[in-house]
């Protein structure tokens, strides 16, 4: 099969761009949409970064263009988010080289490719949303974060002018009524960023949004149907904002298939070996860090808490250390936890949380990770360290009753009663029933008929309809 016909469509009728923001996070869901498309009949060509570049050998049928992002050396290796957001974008926004990509990428070729209706970018990547827009190529934006989140960042002018933000400590507690169920604690602000950039990277997202010709929401009606109806009132002068995930349930495309880091999958094999509900899985994402006297907690905490565990540990988790985390393990821990607790530094995670021998899920909750556990019906320890990912435990903890916080200093004693009790009897069997009736409804919605696959048939439709 030639790249560009998909499968049963020879060749395609049309095609799609789509533009990445290179963190793993989002990599994933617009690689996911990708396929989606792709099996309904559209060719697709990924632009990427050269930044975290992607592997086109693992998507063979996807062409791929590769864009220099002109970020500078010294932020890319510092690793900051937010730095490497604002550096790409004013040196993609300096360079002609995003427009000519495009250009390029969105004429039809005459090899038969036909010219892209339009582009789909991360809201982050406003450069090349101006771009597009400057060609005159309708662009839509993939959120790979949640309804809520989405609600939020728009809010974020709103949240200042009424004095929620920035965060003040005695006003943590208080209810934002503008959009429940959210706190001050739970709304978007890093705990380690400049609140000042957070809000210039927001406001620039939300330009991206407003202007742009329809937004896909990686999320579901059975998850956020409120917070839907909230943003579709608030967006309402575009013709389409769906509603269309978990984006991984419905594309046929592997999940570690644009992994950044080499997913290890001897654990799937020590999983085989494990009673089913009995293993906790632990995982920050992709980019939470912590201080190496927590990794030492986190390690004891495991260790003493009885269940067995699979836990990654990136090489680098542990802040302002070069040495590969893993190795920074204390002393004594291997020996403690044999044949009970493996570690891994990266996992196919959606299969890991897929597997029968999984029965909780310690996670950071970035939205990804939420979404993969509650379509497999896994309960959670919610730790969050920045960005939506408070919002994610209110939901996880508060609406949905499949998860809860734990908070404060990470110590090994409350390590071990948090696996105590989301792995027990009593409050954690309450948590699986919940999380298995979430999943259920979830699934509904991947069905034929059900909310998200309308999305994507509607979606469809207005691609070929531009
Ligand atoms: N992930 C993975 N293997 C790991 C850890 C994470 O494949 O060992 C994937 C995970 O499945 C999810 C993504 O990395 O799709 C992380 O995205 P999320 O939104 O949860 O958090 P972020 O990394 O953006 O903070």
Known sequence: QEAGDAPGHQPCARRVLVFPLPFQGHIDPMLHLAGVLHARGLAVTVLHTRFNALDPARHPEFQFVAVPDGTPADVAAMGRIIDIILAMNAAMEASPAVGEALRASAVAGQDGRPRASCLFVDANLLAVHRAARALGLPTLVLRTGSAACLGCFLAYPMLHEKGYLPPQESQLCTPVPELPPLR????????????????????????????CSGVVINTAEALEAAELGRLRDELVHLPVVLAAGPLHKLSSSRGAGSSLLAPDHSCIEWLDAQRPGSVLYVS??????????????????????????????????VRGCDVDSARQLPDGFEDAVK???????????????????????????????????????????????????????RYLQDVWGVGFELQGELERGKIKDAVRKLMGEREGAEMRRAAQELCAKLAGCLESTGSSQVAIDKLVSYILSL
């Open 284 to 317: 920050f994402g992709s980019l939470a860090a912590m201080d190496s006297s927590e990794l030492r907690e986190v390690a004891w905490g495991l260790a003493e808490c009885g269940h067995p565990f699979l836990w990654v540990v990136r090489p680098n988790m």
């Open 184 to 211: 001050v604690k739970d709304l978007i602000y890093s705990k380690h960023s400049d609140h000042e950039l957070m809000r210039k990277v927001l406001a620039r997202g939300s330009e991206t949004v407003r202007d």
């Open 339 to 393: 044949g009970r607790g493996v570690v891994v530094r990266w996992a196919p995670q959606q299969e890991v949380l897929a597997h029968r021998a999984v029965g909780g899920f310690w996670s950071h909750c970035g939205w990804n990770s939420t979404l993969e556990a509650v379509s497999e019906g896994v309960p959670m320890i919610c730790r969050p360290d920045a960005v939506d990912q408070m919002m994610n435990t």
